[in-house]
């Protein structure tokens, strides 16, 4: 009921853990009910290693949080030797999340990924944490055609999902860009640009905004790119209880992502399951897929 197919991985569930929640991947908790989630991205590695930014690094902000990790990771190198981590055996497939700044640095990343068989690669083009002094890739349209093209010309066997920035003016162009230059998914939203002052501390707190306040953020982009696009969307942003999830899904959604809200309700991914099989066996829905985009204009005017 549950179940659908990202490229060449069959996922027991439209649930993704996203980036950083599972670190690299080798995260396995005993508690969790691993049936309900389909897949795990990794931890974002970079080519070279990162420190990543200096403290406070995660900072309460209202009903969400603001986080500047800034990439810290042990870069491409590292992660490759010590192997890449898998929760197969439980069903879950593992997602592999890079990021750099230009098609360089993106094709040496691949180039070692492609290596060791990674069939699904997540490309994080809109960390709002770093290189602060220039636009991130995924606020050109241009940029981001042209990277994807890049990388699908040499390594057209991977499924490659770019993960896109809110903090633009519109996402929908981008969107298209990345489809048009080979993306075979898409994954949005990414945090919001925000700030917080510490009065006590007398500083300026910079990071990425997340938590339930983005929700409407998150679902206007899906429910906009979803109409002009037809790559699959991983819907991302505010998902803190299974309705949230069926929201998205609605709206144009293939697949959910959820972040910080694992961060305060670690049974959240069955939750979501629970809310979605309910939803589904009382409106006669066979498969989680028929009811992706149902609410989504691109489907609501012709009666799907």
Known sequence: MLGLKLGKMDLQSPVIMMSGIFSYGEADL??????????????????????GNPQPR???????????IGLQNPGIKDFVSHGIPSLMDRGVRTIVSISGQDSGEILSMMESLSALGVETVEINLSCPNVHRDRPMISQSARLTGQLLRDVKR?????????????????????????????????????????????????????????????????L??????YRKVRVPIIGIGGIEKGRDAL??????????????????????????????????????????????????????????
Do not use: H
């Open 58 to 68: 995660i900072w309460e902000a209202g009903s969400g949080m603001l986080n500047s």
């Open 154 to 218: 040499e390594f057209g066997q991977v499924f490659v999902i770019a993960k896109l920035s809110p903090n633009v003016t519109d996402i929908s162009e981008i969107a298209i860009a990345a489809e048009e230059g080979g993306a075979d998914g898409l994954s949005m939203i990414n945090t919001v640009r925000g700030l917080c002052v510490d009065i006590e501390g007398r500083r300026i707190i910079e990071g990425g905004y997340s938590g339930p306040p983005v929700k409407p953020v998150g």
């Open 220 to 225: 206007r982009a899906v429910y906009d790119v």
């Open 247 to 304: 929201e998205y899904i609605l709206a144009g959604a293939y697949a959910v992502g959820v972040g910080s809200g694992f961060f305060s309700n670690p049974f959240l991914t069955s939750e979501i399951c629970g809310e979605l099989k309910d939803y589904m066996v009382k409106n006669n829905f066979r498969r989680v897929t028929d009811i992706s985009g149902m609410l989504n204009e691109k489907n609501y005017k012709t009666g799907r």
């Open 30 to 51: 005993g508690y969790l009910d691993y049936s309900t989630i389909g897949a795990v991205v990794t931890k974002t590695i970079t080519l070279e290693p990162r420190q």
